[in-house]
Each structure stands twice: as structure tokens, then as C-alpha cells.
């Protein structure tokens, strides 16, 4: 497989095919003219797969045809030989290569598409053994495609280039991400510590990377453990002056001062994807947007464990069900899903901005009637940028330019409906204006010119509307009376030869020819027809003449057509360039459209969950009025179960930092969806949106961790306690006074005592040093006692009963630590053998009254901050009595009743009270 580029062992042919003078003197191998030429352009070409045009076929040979036969499950076939060895072959239709492309780049491939760039017949002229030239036209890659059918219409396609800046901790990496399915063009930096977030966010389709940052070692990780597609780049994409160059040329710029103060790294990052685009699509020009500089520290900093953990667009199982995105997703069009995705990714960190976007979904919530006209006209506009992406680069058809028309129309009514509702609010407004700011000509143009029924390729022809353009209906006219000609024709032949089943009829071989029976062939071979009849092939029972009238108008017919599907070209490239010239405005109108769509979708959410709007402040408060778990909440709800609202408040002081609450309770309480739900209210909020909450306070949350103990990680093969340490300790080196910090159960993953000592360790070091507003989960019911200590910190528990000896989870927090830890009673819930269930009470209550005579005389409260843990304390020796009524019981030999009499009878013996 040809994951990561050119690293990747090429498909090249083991024993490279030799050129033509080798050949020629190499008497034993002959390789054909199609073989040399096959072999240079595949060695132009390591590192991928080779689409070479034949026909109507794309063939792929040597390793190519058996990586691609397997990865397809088409059959591998053979075509000639070379050195003696049969060349193994395999093929796919043109007409269907889309598809097959599809799932090659799915498989992480590339494929290089090479086409015929001239007519067989200019080759024939050459002479008898020339081979029509041929061209690689484009490298398909996975953050380079453009085809419907490529792309996940809800998802953008990103390539991200990175460029490194200077050496050592502090360097800065510029970034440039490109979606050339929509032109998006952004530029920003980040510091190598934020830089695995960043590519968390940007979720790339495919990343190139100057080589020396290869070894940057979140890049090296991201390499080795996930199977992004990476593809390192030399030295050419420049730096400096040279990069700066790059991109003027590009976009015939004069200077790149229009674009923001743009760093070293940053230019370089930009030239480089520059340079990437322009080797994988060759002469064809991705209309790109100039590149938006987006400045640092203007998005919530969330890390990819974070984003896995929260399950923000995907479950940890990889599915988009399921997810947060999922389940707020109410969006009617495609670009509308990608923008809603793309602010669930990157929640703002200006209250402004978020305060803007929550006008949009408030004026929305307040319009249900509006609302859902406006969610009834989007749901017909296309995906205008997408189309007007694969116009720019000449791979569109007619359907993309009745996108634009559709989604001319479509902004149209919506615009008209918004400014019918009166004073809109900021974000809304300018949407109704770039929605608006459209010459209504164009839109009329596109009315006249396209049919009502398209077909999918423009070389099919019949998509201008009869009376759009003069010359092309003179040319169709000419067409349609030919075949009229050839009909009238057909009936003098069968008159004037006596021959009534005598037909005109048309082939590839032939073209036009006269065909009748056998027997009346033989009469046209003789006078007085063989002077005008000429024969041209004989089959098992008829005959095949032409004439010389018939040949005439065949060319006279194949010129008709052929002109008028060559004007209807011309037709269709005016419009596009009629389009392209307006991208800018056409851009902003797609976005404007996608903006409404989520502002709406939003909306329609909130009313039909009961969501409240968030008050987003740059204070640190926070403060969550029963707050629910969207996922968790949609989930019971399907099986009729309410999902308890709890609250939450961490609220703190600048200068003195956030509180800190330890959650305590059994397992299956409900504390790992109370600490996510609270970091999703967050999110929700400062992406814009409305929450499920009755009432939510968020001061601006910079960046968001979130993890959990010992989460099994087999597949990047670490040990799942390692990844834990890797994770926590990232969070304590990073986390500062405006983060949220959510652990569960964290420590988990080792012996006790070492996970309870790592634990009060890592809540000291939060609560004294980052000062972050933070959620710990925890099952050390030990931890509560640090609240003795620490002034910023609540202890909080999960209700349960116990409901005839059995537990009862109310999923209700409250304040208090947890007095046991009902291990036993969820293993008994779970169906542990009653046995088993008995043996575990017994040996617990041995277990804690050891414990408690060990700890007697002190409390690990007591120890200093920032000191080494005690020592684990052994279990003490019980006295004698109770030594000799242990001894006396064989466990083997108990009932379970029996065995919780002599539990009863060994706690009186200790002399403490049953509890
Ligand atoms: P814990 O982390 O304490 O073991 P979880 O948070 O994993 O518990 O919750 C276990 C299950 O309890 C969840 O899958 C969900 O079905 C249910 N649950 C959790 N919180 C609530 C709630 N607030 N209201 C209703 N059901 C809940
Ligand atoms: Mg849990």
C-alpha cells in the first residue's frame, strides 16, 4: 500500500521495462512502442498507482494492475509479454473510473491519470507503429479530489502543509490549510505544542510536510500511529523570498501585504501547498481564495485525545453516528453540515463573535415560522462551491452549472424572506446582503441557457436550451434534417433496387452502410447497380454496400453533429468562465446560505430539545443549571428513560483560579457522562449554540482537556497506564487558569496505592499551579479527604439507594463524598454467581477493618503538599480472638447465609458496630 508517498516501496515493475534502443539490441526481449512509452511515464511517476488511458479503459500493469486488482476485486488478466514473462494487466471502464478511483484513495493510493492528448488518427499518421501520445494529466490524491462522487458532502477535504520555523521548543510551524473542493484557503501558526491539536482540528484528508520535519515527533507519531496520508516534499517549495514568489505568481498578487503580517513559516507553509496542488493537477487551476490569516488564540484549544474522548464528530469506534455532531446536526444542505462540523471543531474564544452567532440562533428560535420557510427553500440549494470548484479546474458538467442557477434562486427567496422580517441580527444581515449582492442577470442567463433534463457529461451534448444561441440551433437543425436525409434516402435505395428489406444502417467500422439479404446482395454485385452500389462486406445471410451519395452526407451528418456538440462546448465554457469571473461573490453567497443553514438548524434543535441560550463572559464562572448529555440524553430517550439534569459550578477568580470538584460513586452512577456533558456544554456554547441546560454561565474556556484512566489503547501499542501518564502529564504542563480540565478516574490503570498517590499528586499540582476549572472522577474515596486542604475544592457524589440490598442509581449529583463504593452490589446488578457475590462481602469487610486499624492513628490528609506518598500500609495483624474465629471457618464449607454470619459475628469480635 502506498500510504505515506514516495517512501512507500513504488509499484514500479520489479525488472524495468527496457526503452526501445535497448531493445533493439537486446535480441531476446522485443518491447512494443505502447510498453517504452508505458514505462517512461510510469517512471515519471513512483508512488503511484497509473491510470493509463486505452479506449475506453484505464489499464494498469505490472505491480499496479496486482495492487489494484486486489484492491478493487476485479480480475487480473494478462497482456503480452516482456523479457519472456506474461505483463499482468487489469482494467477499468473511463465511465465508471470515478468509482474505482473512489475506493482506491479510500485505500490510501495514489493514482496518477494518464490520458491520450491526441487523436488515434494523428498518431496513424505518424506511421504504422506510432503510439498516440500520451500525458499524465493529474495525480489524485487524498486531499487533492473534487469529484462528487470522492467527496463526503458533509465533510470538508483539507490538505494542510506544514512548514517548521527555526529550532529548539520555541519554535512556531506554519500551517496552510487548503479544501480545493471549495477554494478555502486559510494560513495560521502554531507552537510545536499546539500543533497536534491543530491537526486534530483541521482533520486533514492529507498532510505534506518538508522532509526534515519528518522527525518532529508529533508528526513522526501521527505517521507511525494513525494512517493519515503523509507525504513529504523536498526542498522546492521554498522559503522566503522564493516562497513569497510562489504565491504572487499564483494569484498574480504584486505583493502579499493585502494578506496580514504573514510569517516566514507561514509563507513557506503556503507556497508549499501551493506547490503540491500545482504538481498533482498540472495545467488545470483550483480556484482558490486568496489565503485568510487566522490569528492565533481566536479558537478553544482542544487536543486530539480530547476530541476521541469527547466523541466531538466521531465515536471512538471511527463512526460519525453516535457522535456530538451527530446528534446537533440539523442542518438541510451539505455546506451547511461542513460549516456546523467546522464550528463544532474550532468553538470560538471571543465572547463577541460567539455572542454574534447566538443572536442568528436566538432571532431563529423566536421565528418558528420563518424558520421553516427558509429550511424548506435551503434544502434545494446545491452545493455552489463545491461546483464551481470543478468548473475552475475544467472536470465540471452541466449539473454544476444548474448548481449555481439553483443556488442563485434558492438565495434568492431567502434573502427576500429574512429582509421581510425586519431588524435581523448582525451575522444574519450580512448573510441576506452577500446572498443579495448578485447581478440578477446572471441567474436569468443561466435560466435561459440550460434544459430542463442535463445530462451528467458535457461532451453528451443536448444541455443548452433550443433558442439560448443561434448557431447552435442552425447546427442542430442541419443534424436532425440529416437524419431526416437518411431516412428519405433509405426509401429510394429499397424502391429504386426492388428491395424492401434493405436498410441504412451505422457502425464504428463502417460508419454508414446499405445493408440487405444475401440473395438480393448477389443482384446489387451485377448491372446496373454494381455501378453505383460498392461493395463492402459480406456476413453469414446479408450484404453490405456503400455509395458515394451516402459517403458524402455521412460527412457532411458527422460534421453537423460533431460541430454542434463542439458549440455546445463553447456554450458551456462561456458560462463557467461567465461564473468563475464572479467566484468571489458566488463564494460569499455559499457561505452566507451555509451560515443561515446552521443559524436555523441550531434554532430547530433548540426548540425541539428545550436548549437554552448560554451567557458566554470573559469571567471565569461556571455555572450549569441541570445540565444534560446530549448523546446520552438521545440515546434514553429512544428507550422512554429521563435523563436527570445536574448542576455544576466551578466558578473562580482571576488571580486566584477555578474550583476543582472530585466526583465520587459507584460504577454506573453517571460520573463519567456528568464531567463530559459539562465540558460539551462548554463547547456548545462558545461554538454558538444553544445548550441542554436550564441555565448556563461559561467565562471563555481557552483550552479543554479531557481524559480518562487506563482507556484501553492496543492498537497504538502502548501501554494503556503509559498513554494515561503521557496524557495527564501534557495537561500539567499546558493547562493555565482559563482551561477546563476534566479527568476520569485517572490512576486507575495501576496498583492502588501508586494510582491513589499519582492522583492526590495531580490534584494538588491543578488546584496550586494551573488553577484550572476542573472535574476529577474518581473511585479513591481517599481524595475527598483533600477538600480538608485544599480551599478551592468541592466534593461532590452521585445519589444511590439501596433498595432491598439492591442498588438504585438516581444519576443525581450532590455534595458529599461517596460512603462506599458499591463495587459488590453492581457485580451482583451484573450477574455474578451468588457464591462469588457472598466470598466478596466477607473478604471486604476483612479487607476494611485491616485497613482502618492501620490507618488509625493518622490521616494521609495530614501529609504536606507536594510530598512523596507514604509508604503502602500492610495489613496489620488481627488480634487473636479474631484470628482464631478466622482460622475456624473453612470458606469452602459456608452457605452464603453462613458466611454472612461469620462476617457479623468477626465484625463484633473486632468490637465495632455493624454498619
Ligand atoms: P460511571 O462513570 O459513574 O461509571 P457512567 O457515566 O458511565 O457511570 O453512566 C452509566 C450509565 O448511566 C450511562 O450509560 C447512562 O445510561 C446512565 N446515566 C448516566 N448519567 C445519567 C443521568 N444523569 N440520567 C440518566 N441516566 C444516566
Ligand atoms: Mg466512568
Redesign the pocket.
Same mark, same amino acid.
Given at each position: 500500500m502506498l500510504k505515506r508517498g514516495p517512501g512507500h516501496p513504488s509499484p514500479l515493475p520489479s525488472t524495468p521495462v527496457k526503452s526501445r534502443d535497448e531493445s533493439a539490441a537486446a535480441d531476446s526481449a522485443k518491447i512494443s512502442p505502447m510498453m517504452a512509452q508505458y514505462s517512461a511515464i510510469k517512471g515519471e511517476n513512483p508512488g503511484s498507482l497509473l491510470f493509463y488511458r486505452m479506449g475506453d479503459f484505464y489499464e494498469l500493469f505490472f505491480d499496479d494492475a496486482e495492487i489494484a486488482a486486489r484492491a478493487l476485486g476485479i480480475v487480473l488478466t494478462k497482456r503480452g509479454k516482456h523479457e519472456g514473462m506474461d505483463i499482468p494487466m487489469c482494467g477499468v471502464p473511463v465511465e465508471r473510473a470515478e468509482d474505482y478511483l473512489n475506493r482506491l484513495i479510500g485505500q490510501g493510493h495514489r493514482v496518477a491519470v494518464c490520458e491520450q492528448i491526441e487523436d488515434p488518427a494523428e498518431a496513424r499518421k505518424r506511421g504504422g507503429k506510432s503510439v498516440v501520445r500520451r500525458e499524465v494529466v493529474r495525480l489524485v490524491t487524498p486531499g487533492t479530489i473534487t469529484e462528487e462522487l470522492l467527496l463526503d458532502p458533509v465533510r470538508a477535504n483539507s490538505l494542510l502543509a506544514i512548514a517548521g520555523g527555526g529550532q529548539g521548543p520555541e519554535r512556531v510551524f506554519g500551517l496552510a490549510c487548503v479544501d480545493i473542493s471549495t477554494g478555502t484557503f486559510i494560513v495560521a501558526s502554531a507552537p510545536e505544542a499546539s500543533l497536534e491539536a491543530e491537526i486534530a482540528r483541521i482533520d486533514p484528508a492529507e498532510i505534506v510536510v518538508p522532509e526534515a520535519l519528518l522527525a518532529v515527533p508529533c508528526l513522526e507519531r501521527l505517521a507511525r500511529e494513525t494512517n493519515r496520508p503523509i507525504t513529504p516534499l523536498g526542498r522546492e517549495a521554498g522559503e522566503g523570498e522564493s516562497a513569497a514568489r510562489r504565491i504572487k505568481d499564483y494569484f498574480g498578487l504584486a505583493t502579499l501585504e493585502g494578506l496580514g503580517a504573514l510569517s516566514g513559516a507561514e509563507t513557506a507553509a503556503a507556497a508549499a501547498a501551493i506547490l503540491y496542488i500545482e504538481r498533482t493537477q498540472f495545467s488545470a487551476r483550483p480556484a482558490l481564495s486568496l489565503p485568510t490569516r487566522e490569528a492565533r488564540d481566536t479558537r478553544m484549544e482542544i487536543d486530539a485525545a480530547t476530541r476521541a474522548n469527547l466523541e466531538l464528530t466521531r465515536t471512538l469506534a471511527g463512526a460519525r453516528d453516535g457522535s456530538l455532531l451527530a446528534a446537533i446536526d440539523k442542518t438541510v444542505t451539505a455546506p451547511g453540515g461542513r460549516l456546523l462540523a467546522e464550528r463544532l471543531a474550532a468553538p470560538l474564544t471571543a465572547p463577541k463573535e460567539i455572542e454574534d452567532r447566538l443572536d442568528a440562533v436566538a432571532f431563529f428560535a423566536n421565528e418558528p415560522f420563518l424558520r421553516k420557510e427558509i429550511r424548506a427553500c435551503l434544502k434545494a440549494a446545491p452545493d455552489i462551491s463545491r461546483a464551481l470548484s470543478r468548473l475552475a479546474l475544467n472536470r465540471g458538467g452541466p449539473r454544476d452549472l444548474a448548481a449555481v442557477r439553483d443556488g442563485l434562486e434558492a438565495a434568492k427567496a431567502a434573502a427576500a424572506m429574512l429582509t421581510g422580517a425586519g431588524l435581523l441580527p448582525q451575522e444574519l444581515a450580512r448573510a441576506g446582503e452577500a446572498a443579495t449582492g448578485i447581478d440578477p442577470a446572471l441567474a436569468a442567463r443561466l435560466r435561459h441557457a440550460l434544459a430542463d433534463t442535463l445530462p451528467l457529461n458535457r461532451r453528451d451534448g443536448g444541455f443548452v436550451r433550443p433558442g439560448y444561441d443561434s448557431i447552435l440551433d442552425e447546427l442542430r437543425a442541419l443534424r436532425d434534417e440529416s437524419r431526416a436525409v437518411i431516412a428519405a434516402l433509405q426509401a429510394r435505395y429499397a424502391d429504386a433496387t426492388g428491395s424492401k428489406q434493405l436498410k441504412l444502417k451505422h457502425n464504428h467500422f463502417l460508419g454508414y452502410f446499405i445493408e440487405v439479404p444475401q440473395a438480393q446482395g448477389e443482384r446489387l454485385l451485377k448491372p446496373p447497380y454494381d455501378g453505383q452500389f460498392v461493395h463492402r462486406q459480406t456476413m453469414a445471410d446479408a450484404m453490405r454496400f456503400s455509395t458515394k451519395e451516402l459517403a458524402e452526407l455521412e460527412v457532411k451528418m458527422a460534421s453537423a453533429a460533431g460541430e454542434a456538440l463542439a458549440r455546445e462546448e463553447t456554450v458551456f465554457e462561456a458560462l463557467a468562465d461567465l461564473l468563475l469571473g464572479q467566484q468571489a461573490a458566488l463564494k460569499g453567497l455559499a457561505g452566507a446560505l451555509a451560515s443561515i443553514d446552521v443559524a436555523a438548524a441550531l434554532a430547530e434543535l433548540a426548540e425541539a430539545l428545550d436548549w437554552t441560550r448560554p451567557e458566554v463572559d470573559g469571567s471565569l464562572s461556571f455555572v450549569i443549571v441541570e445540565g444534560?448529555?446530549p448523546v446520552?440524553?438521545a440515546?434514553?430517550r429512544v428507550q422512554g428513560?429521563?435523563?436527570?439534569?445536574?448542576d455544576c459550578t466551578l466558578s473562580g477568580l482571576p488571580g486566584k483560579g477555578g474550583r476543582i470538584a472530585i466526583v465520587t460513586?459507584?460504577?454506573? !452512577?453517571?460520573?463519567?457522562?456528568?464531567?463530559?456533558q459539562n465540558a460539551l456544554i462548554a463547547i456548545l456554547a462558545q461554538m454558538g449554540s444553544f445548550v441542554p441546560a436550564k441555565r448556563a454561565e461559561i467565562g471563555i474556556v481557552d483550552k479543554l482537556y479531557s481524559r480518562v484512566g487506563a482507556a484501553d489503547d492496543l492498537a497504538r501499542g502502548r501501554s494503556t497506564f503509559m498513554v494515561e501518564m503521557i496524557e495527564t502529564a501534557a495537561i500539567l504542563n499546558q493547562a493555565g487558569d482559563r482551561s477546563l480540565v476534566i479527568l476520569?478516574?485517572i490512576g486507575r490503570g495501576t496498583a492502588t496505592f501508586d494510582g491513589l498517590s499519582i492522583a492526590w499528586a495531580v490534584i494538588e499540582h491543578l488546584h496550586e499551579k494551573n488553577r484550572a476549572r476542573a472535574l476529577f !472522577?474518581t473511585h479513591f474515596h481517599e481524595l475527598t479527604r483533600l477538600s480538608e486542604k485544599l480551599g478551592r475544592l468541592d466534593n461532590l457524589t452521585?445519589r444511590v439507594t439501596d433498595w432491598n440490598g439492591e442498588v438504585v442509581?438516581l444519576?443525581?449529583i450532590m455534595p458529599g463524598a461517596a460512603d462506599r463504593s458499591y463495587g459488590i452490589q453492581v457485580a451482583k446488578l451484573a450477574g455474578l454467581p451468588a457464591p462469588v457475590v457472598t466470598r466478596a462481602r466477607a473478604l471486604l469487610a476483612e479487607f476494611e477493618a485491616a485497613e482502618r486499624l492501620a490507618h488509625a492513628d493518622r490521616s494521609v490528609a495530614d501529609l504536606p503538599l507536594f510530598t512523596a506518598a507514604t509508604p503502602p500500609p500492610a495489613l496489620a495483624a488481627p488480634s487473636d480472638r479474631l484470628r482464631e474465629a478466622l482460622d475456624a471457618i473453612d470458606p469452602d464449607g459456608l452457605s452464603p447465609r453462613a458466611a454472612l454470619e461469620a462476617l457479623y459475628q468477626l465484625k463484633q469480635l473486632r468490637g465495632k458496630p455493624i454498619i
Open positions: 444534560r448529555h446520552v440524553e440515546s434514553l428513560l429521563a435523563f436527570a439534569g445536574n460513586g459507584p460504577n454506573m !452512577a453517571g460520573k463519567s457522562t456528568y464531567l463530559r476520569d478516574e !472522577a452521585v442509581f444519576h443525581e
